[in-house]
């Protein structure tokens, strides 16, 4: 089959190789008909996050048809020939995270569990197409997959919804949707979102059905912030003025009430020498992520508010602002998204149309183009957001 | 040398430990063990594969044991590298898991086969009993060993790093893994 590959850094392609086939008993073989790629790809592409190897299957939002089963799922809860959404944290369902609802943080799903607990402390669950820090699965940027746990993770989706409108339901849109539900919005909140590409935008979407009084974009490329703004949300662009400054004028000088990283490692700031000095100490690896989107929140933040981490971080952080977090009560609230506690309730908001997911696809390409498709979301190049690739 | 490792798993005391009373389970997450089969009411063979490419092998007895709670063993008196081991059941606070502390001590000896066999355990020891648990845990709570396809050998998972790539196996792969 044709898959997308990790080449090295910079590097993705498209290569012929195996068909998938069952390794555990609960897995199920999905012939792949939608798949996305990821802001977090980049930092795969990037090569930001460790232990990537070269031809590691990319991909970790797809969605398709069941084509076969192992032995030990059952006929009542997945079939071959049902349309399935495959939710990016692989989980078992039967741990005690999974009993917590914890599903990015199964405890059974993740053969590299070691090398996470290393890095991590404790370890945390295998993800589809991303590292062997998460467990070295294959991918889903392909034109089928292997999905262990199939009997658990997956939801069924009548076909009178289409790709486009269900697919999110994979990753960005539980993960926009948790990042607004962790911030406790009340009708008087005021939420900042730091980041409007795929998931800060469907997290502003999310605060704003959660019942927020008013919804703030930063970013500073103008077709991003146009988006957001067709949306109907605020927008500040960091480019152009200072974002505290910003923030301050839109709140009576109360700060956001709840703010919303979807940046995470690979920030850039307004300030250059700031930028510089996060950017040479990565390079040299004295840091491995950079959060200026983080530092900026808890900054803005009006006292005792939320700050809500969605953005991907891999590693350790410099100058932290424990002072401000610390003396001005904020709380920091985050995690890898637990997909499977909301793909059921966002399922019935897109069916209701209370959330409309298409809003932020861009371009659609054949799978052969995904190389083409990284280089233009990595280089923000043709007004590209959301690129959905067809296997 | 002595080794501890300790897991939480979520099933009553009574399983765990009916399960790790049959000793023929161990070579099913205990990465070194290749077969563990009951010779007696309380004695056993045991095999382990060995750094040179041979096996070692020796006879236990069980030395105490106390239903759901405490079962513990040693090799006999003319083992290569005699050896204990003893694993500890604990309700956990959850009401429902358990948590399993195992002990493994090995008298190790001089010459070429202690080298070797310090040679097996590596710079951490401790992390392929961590490993093992792991996949007693899987075991236990998922019914077999999590596999991917960049570490598709299930308990040979450490030893294979860095992996093959996360892409599926071609099919001579996949034969020669369902034979191993």
């Not at chain 1, 699965?137 to 009997?151: M, S």
């Not at chain 1, 000095?277 to 200026?292: F, G, L, S």
């Not at chain 2, 430990?17 to 389970?25: I, K, P, Q, S, V």
Request: hydrophobic fraction near 40%; proline fraction near 6%.
């Amino acid at each position: 089959m044709k898959a997308t590959t990790w080449a090295g850094r910079n590097k993705v392609e498209v290569r012929d190789v195996p068909d998938p086939s069952i390794l555990n008993s609960r897995d199920a073989i999905v012939r792949i008909t939608s798949t996305a790629i990821c802001g977090s790809d980049l930092h795969l592409l990037d090569g930001y996050v460790p232990t990537m190897q070269d031809g590691d299957v990319m991909g970790h939002e797809f969605m398709g048809e069941v084509v076969e089963v192992g032995p030990g799922v059952e006929a009542g809860r997945l079939r071959v020939g049902d349309r399935v959404v495959v939710p990016f944290p692989i989980a078992c369902g039967v741990c005690a995270a999974c009993a917590a609802e914890l599903y990015s943080c199964c405890e059974n799903s993740n053969p590299n569990a070691g090398v996470a607990e290393k890095m991590f402390g404790h370890p945390t669950a295998g993800i589809f197409g991303y590292s062997h820090l998460t467990g070295g699965f294959a991918g889903g940027q392909a034109e089928y997959a292997r999905v262990p746990f199939a009997d658990f993770g997956p939801l069924k989706v009548d076909g009178d919804l289409s790709d486009e409108q269900v697919l999110f339901l994979s990753d960005i849109l539980p993960t926009g949707y948790m990042g607004a539900q962790m911030c406790d919005i009340r009708p008087t909140d005021v939420v900042a979102v730091w980041g409007a590409g795929p998931v800060g935008q469907l997290a502003m979407d999310s605060a704003r059905l959660l019942g927020a009084a008013q919804v703030i974009a930063i970013d500073r490329e103008p077709y991003r912030l146009r988006m957001a703004e067709d949306a109907g949300h605020t927008t500040v662009d960091f480019s152009e003025v200072d974002i505290r400054s910003a923030l301050l004028e839109l709140t009576g000088g109360r700060g956001p009430d709840k703010c919303i990283d979807a940046v995470g490692l690979e920030a850039t700031h307004g300030s250059a020498h700031i930028h510089v000095y996060d950017r040479i100490k990565q390079a040299v690896r004295a840091e491995t992520d950079r959060p200026h989107a983080l530092r900026q929140a808890i900054l803005a933040c009006r006292n005792g508010g939320v700050v809500s981490v969605i953005g991907v971080y891999t590693g350790l952080v410099d100058k932290f602002p424990a002072g401000a977090w610390m003396n001005r009560s904020l709380t920091l609230r985050t995690g890898q998204c637990h997909v499977q506690r909301y793909m059921k309730p966002l399922l019935k908001r897109i069916e209701r149309r209370e959330l409309d997911p298409t809003r932020i696809i861009t371009h659609t390409l054949p799978l052969d183009e995904a190389p083409h498709g990284y280089n233009i979301f990595k280089r923000k190049r043709d007004n590209c957001e959301k690129i959905v690739l067809k296997p | 040398m002595e080794l501890t490792a300790t897991t939480t798993i979520r099933k009553p005391a009574a399983e765990v430990y009916a399960f790790w009373l049959r000793l023929e389970n161990l070579p099913m997450f205990m990465a070194h063990l290749e077969e563990v089969r009951s010779t007696g009411d309380r004695t056993s063979h045991w095999k382990a594969s060995a750094p040179f490419g041979s096996a070692i092998e020796w006879d236990a007895e069980v030395i105490e044991e106390v239903p759901d709670e405490l079962v513990a063993w040693r090799s006999s008196a003319d083992a290569d590298v005699p050896n204990t081991g003893r694993v500890r059941l604990v309700p956990a606070p959850d009401g429902v898991s358990t948590e399993v502390h195992v002990l493994l001590s090995y008298d190790i000896p001089g010459g070429d086969l202690g080298k070797a066999v310090a040679e097996y355990f590596g710079e951490e020891p401790h992390q392929q009993l961590d490993d093992d648990l792991r996949r007693l845990k899987q075991v236990m709570e998922i019914g077999e060993v999590m596999r991917s396809e960049g570490a598709p050998w299930g308990k040979r998972a450490r030893k294979e790093f860095p992996q093959r790539p996360a892409q599926p196996l071609p099919p001579d792969e996949l034969a020669q893994e369902a034979r191993t």
